[in-house]
């Protein structure tokens, strides 16, 4: 299975923007699929994730009740809408499979990445 995320691009403090993660074949109703991003000069954290069998999501403390990641099986698509974005957010955003076990906030317990997508956010 290969993933592209998509839907970066800059936005002003407050906005809001919807990112993309589409597989290239069924994959969300069988594995937990988590976002992540890697500001510059930083490690990569983990932002929100949904699980493959029940679609139960997470999210870090920071995006709480700002971010809502969400799918849509039929189009093998993970949502992840961003809202009140804030300069702290600027960062490269990622997509990627959980390997279904470890801790799935950990980067290291992820498999298969997809490109990531630029999020900018001005002041």
């Known amino acids: 299975v290969q993933l592209q995320a998509s839907g970066g691009g800059l936005v002003q403090t407050g906005g809001s923007l919807r990112l993309s993660c589409a597989a290239s074949e069924r994959t969300f109703s069988r594995n937990t699929i988590g976002w992540f991003r890697q500001a510059p000069g930083k490690e990569r954290e983990f932002v929100a994730r949904?699980?493959?069998?029940?679609?139960?999501?997470y999210y870090a403390d920071s995006v709480k009740d700002r971010f809502f990641i969400s799918r849509d099986v039929a189009k093998n698509t993970v949502y992840l809408q961003m809202n009140n974005l804030n300069p702290e957010d600027t960062a490269v955003y990622f997509c990627?499979?959980?390997?279904?076990?470890?801790?799935?906030?950990?980067?290291?317990?992820?498999?298969?990445w997809g490109r990531g997508t630029l999020v900018t956010v001005s002041s």
């Open positions: 990627a499979r959980w390997i279904a076990t470890g801790n799935p906030t950990d980067p290291l317990n992820y498999d298969v």
């Open positions: 949904i699980s493959g069998s029940y679609g139960i999501t």
